[in-house]
């Protein structure tokens, strides 16, 4: 992925108004991101550990979703595998993150869901940048690039269902 600016990040999010963009809190680090080694710029609001944010190069620009993370009851934390990167990860690695959908159907309340690592770094599990705390990546026999190819296609079809 290619730097962006807290500009940029602001004006690309789809499931949100326009306000609440300009309220959320963007990364202050940006420019100490590892951009070569991602596939989209994920990120759990500090001040809020239940919303989190997610921007990505459509290719046709920036497109970038809010996400909510549903808390599990108590007693449940259990290992669970990221739908994007097939990372395991053990107690609450792996959340049900909900995005309110774009437009008329979010304003109705509809949002669609998906179980992602919940610090949203993919890109780095895949790659072996980082390593789970408590869990493990599955081994495969695709090459690195069939795997980011296969997380960036999912998370592309997550993208679709948001936008409608």
């Known amino acids: ?26 990364p202050r680090d940006l420019a100490t991101w590892p951009w070569d080694d991602l596939d989209f710029l994920g990120w759990r609001d500090p001040a809020a550990p239940d919303r989190a944010y997610l921007v ?19 007693g449940t934390a259990r290992s669970n595998l990221c739908s994007l990167c097939l990372t395991t990860h053990s107690g609450g690695g792996v959340s049900l993150l909900t995005a309110r959908k774009a437009g008329k159907e979010g ?13 949203l770094a993919c890109s780095l599990y895949l ?21 980011i190819d296969r997380a960036t296609t999912k998370l592309a079809a997550f993208l679709a269902k948001v936008r409608g």
Request: proline share 5%.
């Open 1 to 26: 992925m290619r730097p962006v600016t807290e500009r940029e990040i602001r004006a690309s999010f789809v499931n949100c108004s326009k306000g609440e963009a300009k309220r959320l809190a963007v």
């Open 56 to 74: 990505t190069d459509t290719g046709d620009g920036l497109v970038g979703i809010t996400l909510r993370r549903a808390t599990p009851p108590p």
């Open 107 to 119: 304003q109705q309340g509809n949002s669609v869901g998906s179980y992602f690592c919940t610090d």
């Open 127 to 147: 790659r072996g940048k980082k390593k789970v705390a408590s869990g493990e990546r599955i081994r495969e026999s695709l090459t690195l690039e069939e795997q």
